[in-house]
């Protein structure tokens, strides 16, 4: 009798974990097969009348309710898709991911991603995307440049497909008109500025985020552009490499803020000392900071942005796909709807969000240009035509721990 209990037990377990992880259902199990070979206008027909869970950091407010508020909206009346919007870290996504490839869960229950970095290298090289699909969408091929390294690769590793552009970011400079007089647009007058002002210029310790990219930016200016470190593995070699810049800032210390003694150790410091006027510039990933700190009543009327002619560093979020999604038709037309010249509009207002657009200015046709102007960025924001004029892209993710840890080396010892 025991026995015969603990067989039952164990069947009711086992036909449970096939229908669980072992099992596709036909209709997902069809998607999967000719998704990516139906016309649009039939994945849009399987898309019709179902849901879409979208998996997303959700530790923004304001971003929460664009995407459940306009983006929900809009979905619902275009396309009958229902969104549901899931908090939840990039990380821990993946490593749910993670953890269904390995236990063969074939039908999951994440459709859509917003990921990147490091987390969509370890979600190709642990194959957990599905694709490639980007060419497939018609706002890709539409309003993105399809050659440009900020939309072909992550961080330097290659999206072959794999991901879809959502959002963007760019390095800028914040500076104070009434009292720089003409922002130093170049490197060269970068420094010379610093160096006629010692002791008003100075940039956050690494590994801040926002100081590690300023270094960077160093790094491509004093040894000859980011191209060369694309296809560099040894770190011996890489070390080598920047380390001229890392003792050109050294020798740079005794012009910045405290002689470069010690450096505020965050962007917020930073920020704070800017606003006292204890520094005369600031910097930030976000081209529409200025502004909302003006808002704020954070910054004065007068701060200003400025990027350099050389350019700044810009990085891009995306969109992936699981390999396991339920609903890979609604998920590539969600993501097709966000990359539409509409919803890209949307996103941009500061009102909104204010979040870089990655459609190509270039690809815009001349009423969506005028749209696009017509668009109150606020005092202290530049233009989305300047900044992608001013734009080079991220080094390789791998890099940056090697720049920081020589940094703390050579420079914040």
Not at 20 to 30: L, M, W
Not at 79 to 106: C, H, R, S, W
Not at 311 to 330: C, E, Q, W
Not at 358 to 385: M, R, W
């Amino acid at each position: 009798m025991f026995k015969k209990k603990v067989v039952s037990l164990a069947l009711v377990i086992t036909i449970l974990l096939l229908s669980i992880i072992g099992c596709t259902s036909p209709q997902a199990q069809k998607q999967e097969e000719n998704v990516l070979e139906q016309e649009w206008k039939e994945v849009i027909a399987s898309a019709k009348g179902t849901e879409v869970n979208f998996y997303m950091w959700g530790g923004s407010r304001t971003i929460n309710q664009w995407v459940k508020g306009y983006v929900a909206k809009n979905l619902k009346e275009k396309y009958d898709i229902t969104l549901n919007m899931v908090p939840m870290d990039a990380t821990d996504f993946v490593n749910k991911l993670l953890g269904e490839k390995q236990i063969g869960k074939k039908e999951g229950t994440i459709d859509l991603l917003w990921i990147n970095g490091e987390n969509f290298k370890t979600a190709m090289d642990n194959e957990l995307l599905f694709g490639p699909f980007a060419d497939n969408l018609p706002n890709y091929n539409r309003y993105m440049n399809t050659d440009s390294k900020q939309i072909t690769t992550d961080f330097g590793f290659p999206t072959k497909g794999y991901e879809a552009p959502y959002s963007k970011a760019q390095f800028i400079f914040i500076y104070d008109q009434n009292k720089i007089e003409k922002a130093p647009y170049s490197f060269e007058e970068l420094i010379a500025w610093v160096k006629s002002h010692p002791g008003k210029f100075t940039y956050p310790a690494l590994p801040d985020f926002t100081g590690s990219a300023f270094v960077r930016h160093v790094i491509y200016e004093i040894t000859g552009g980011y191209e060369q470190y694309y296809n560099l593995e040894d770190e011996a070699e890489i070390r080598k490499k920047i380390r001229p810049a890392l003792e050109f800032l050294a020798d740079l210390e005794p012009y910045l803020w405290r002689e470069g003694e010690t450096y505020p150790s965050t962007i917020a410091q930073l920020d704070n000392m800017f606003a006292d006027g204890e520094v005369l510039m600031s910097m930030g990933y976000d081209p529409s900071k200025a502004t909302s700190e003006i808002v704020k009543g954070t910054y004065p009327d007068s701060a200003r942005t400025f990027v350099l002619e050389s350019g700044t560093i810009s990085n891009t979020n995306f969109l992936a796909i699981p390999f396991n999604s339920p609903n890979k038709a609604g998920a590539l037309v969600v993501a097709n709807f966000l990359e539409s010249f509409e919803a890209q509009l949307s996103k941009y207002n500061p009102e909104n969000w204010g979040a870089l657009p990655v459609f190509s200015y270039d690809k815009l046709n001349d009423q969506e240009k005028e749209e696009l102007a017509d668009l109150d960025l606020g005092i202290a924001t530049l233009s989305q035509e300047v900044l992608d004029k001013h734009s080079v892209p991220e080094l390789p993710a791998d890099l940056v721990p090697i720049i920081e840890d020589e940094w703390n080396k050579i420079v914040g010892k």
